[in-house]
């Protein structure tokens, strides 16, 4: 059996809950498992745990996302087709359900399925049988039906998009996935596990996150999740060439502000002193600085600072940086 346990990473509470939930979901008999979760948080690797952890594990596992299909071709998809049931059907077609006989089948965005499909899958979930689109007789399958969506499936209900029916026969075991943003330093434990597994995919030996990088990325609020930081990092490995992330390598989706702020407090000293003393060591670093940059013209300096001449050097003077 694969070690399912290491697919979910992290070490929040919320994710070590949901991962002993897993378990004991996969080994009951339960037949139908509802999983939430915003997009890119880790649906289709939760359905795959659970039928990995469970006795099914060496059956198939069956994936569909229901708003992939036009709702035309959906039923056909689902339950498979007799030949001539339709203009086009030339021969028999097996569907999804019967593939997944003994294993396991993932609905994703089910809240997607036509109100009329809806209804047939709410009766093979009752019965364990279903008809082939043109066939006269039922055929039997065990399938345990894992469906997933990004929406609250009950205001789905009270809008008229869902039969309600349907909704409490897949509620009975229901997974929430938190969002990345709610995870506190998994994000950061993610990135390092996304950064070995690129290392290794691109023979590269990329150190980790700049600490200002890191920053960057615990105030993020990352709205496509995993998905998205998977991604981000692939792209750096790509596109560049240092061997640390850096803030000049992330897109300008992530906002400038949150790279400035990670700036400024990483050129803060360090608490240590007295207020007075702090005050002075990095009113220091700043008139340094503005001399460094002004190639030591002072008028430049005060100039760039907005300090008249005079005061620039009275606060140098004042700072031991020059004498009267």
């Known amino acids: 059996m694969a070690d399912y346990k290491n697919e979910l990473i992290g070490s929040h509470p919320d994710v070590l809950a949901l991962r002993k939930l897993v378990e004991r979901v996969a080994r ?64 028999r077609k097996v569907g999804l359900v019967e593939t997944a006989n003994q294993g396991s089948i993932f609905l994703d965005e089910i809240r997607e399925m036509d109100l009329t499909l809806q209804a047939k899958l709410l009766s093979l979930l009752d019965t364990q049988q279903f008809r082939r689109v043109g066939a006269v007789k039922m055929t039997s399958v065990d399938v345990r039906f894992i469906a997933a969506t990004n929406k609250v499936l009950l205001s789905e209900v009270n809008s008229g998009k869902f039969r309600e029916d349907l909704y409490y026969r897949l509620q009975v075991v229901a997974l929430n996935i938190p969002a990345l943003r709610e995870r506190g330093e998994d994000v950061i434990t993610l990135a390092e596990h996304f950064i070995e597994r690129y290392n290794r995919q691109y023979g590269r030996n990329v150190r980790g996150l700049h600490p200002e990088t890191a920053d960057i990325f615990r105030a993020y609020r990352w709205p496509g999740n995993v998905r998205e930081l998977e991604n981000l990092l692939e792209r750096i490995f790509i596109l560049e060439d240092e061997d640390e992330i850096l803030p000049s390598h992330l897109p300008d989706r992530i906002p400038r502000s949150l790279r400035e702020s990670a700036a400024t407090a990483e050129a803060l000293p360090v608490v240590d002193g007295s207020f007075h003393d702090m005050t002075a060591a990095f009113q220091r670093q700043i008139l340094l600085r503005a001399l460094e940059q002004a190639a030591g013209n002072v008028q430049t300096a005060a100039d760039q600072l907005g300090l008249s001449r005079h005061a620039l050097r009275h606060q140098l003077i004042k700072l031991g940086l020059k004498q009267s």
């Open 28 to 91: 009951s008999p339960v037949r139908t498992v509802l999983i939430y979760g915003e997009t890119g948080t880790g649906k289709g690797l939760v359905a795959r745990m659970i039928h990995r952890a469970s006795s099914r594990a060496d059956r198939k596992f069956v994936d569909l996302n229901c708003a992939a299909i036009p709702a035309s071709l959906m039923e056909s998809e689902l339950f498979g087709h007799e030949r001539g049931a339709f203009t086009g059907a030339v021969e």
